[in-house]
T-cell receptor, first 115, second 116 residues
């Protein structure tokens, strides 16, 4: 596609439910990033994939967060047993190579509200 | 650890005014610096990316400068319009872990309101 797409755009979950957020990166992009943006804050890094390999998950806040990219294209971020503090916008970004000089292109985000 | 700060947190200007948004970072060993725009409820739109070897980049009414030695960047918006109202974020790629992923470190943003 022309850009990074994410679905759903909005998700409301009851505390304790599991959710799955999808990211479709730009076709052919090697690197994929997930970020979490709390209200009034800048995005913060969660995890990074190079093709299908998850090379960095240092930003995942707890073991309730899990991400995968099994075929090196579409990625899913899963949150188990959601808590109110998980409420945020989850942004996905992709870049052509992932080197430091590369531009990251962002999707529209998924706004998660946990009641 | 790389830290990015943006001042001011919010700015309100009358239409037509020129304005400057500021971004500072603590470690000058960066590859580039990127300015983004974020509209309410939307994702991030890349405005300008300045490579570390460059001093400035221009796109239309936008001009971004980079001074690595002082750890500063500015985004200059000329002849502001109500459609420029949004939150502006700056970010630098940074490697925190041995995995080598160039995750972006963001400032908290400057919320700009341009009054007609």
């Amino acid at each position: 596609g022309a850009g990074v797409s994410q679905s759903p755009r909005y998700k409301v979950a009851k505390r304790g439910q599991d959710v799955a957020l999808r990211c479709d990166p730009i076709s052919g992009h090697v690197s994929l990033f997930w970020y979490q943006q709390a209200l009034g804050q800048g995005p913060e890094f969660l995890t990074y994939f190079q093709n299908e390999a998850q090379l960095d998950k240092s930003g995942l806040p707890s073991d309730r967060f899990f991400a995968e990219r099994p075929e090196g294209s579409v990625s899913t971020l899963k949150i188990q047993r959601t808590q109110q503090e998980d409420s945020a916008v989850y942004l996905c970004a992709s870049s052509r190579t992932g080197v430091g000089t590369d531009t990251q292109y962002f999707g529209p985000g998924t706004r998660l509200t946990v009641l | 650890k790389q830290e990015v700060t943006q001042i001011p947190a919010a700015l309100s200007v009358p239409e037509g005014e020129n304005l400057v948004l500021n971004c500072s970072f603590t470690d000058s060993a960066i590859y580039n610096l990127q300015w983004f725009r974020q509209d309410p409820g939307k994702g991030l739109t890349s405005l300008l990316l300045i490579q570390s070897s460059q001093r400035e980049q221009t796109s239309g009414r936008l001009n971004a400068s980079l001074d690595k030695s002082s750890g500063r960047s500015t985004l200059y918006i000329a002849a502001s319009q109500p459609g420029d109202s949004a939150t502006y974020l700056c970010a630098v790629p940074w490697v925190y872990s041995g995995a080598g992923s160039y995750q972006l470190t963001f400032g908290k943003g400057t919320k700009l309101s341009v009054i007609p």
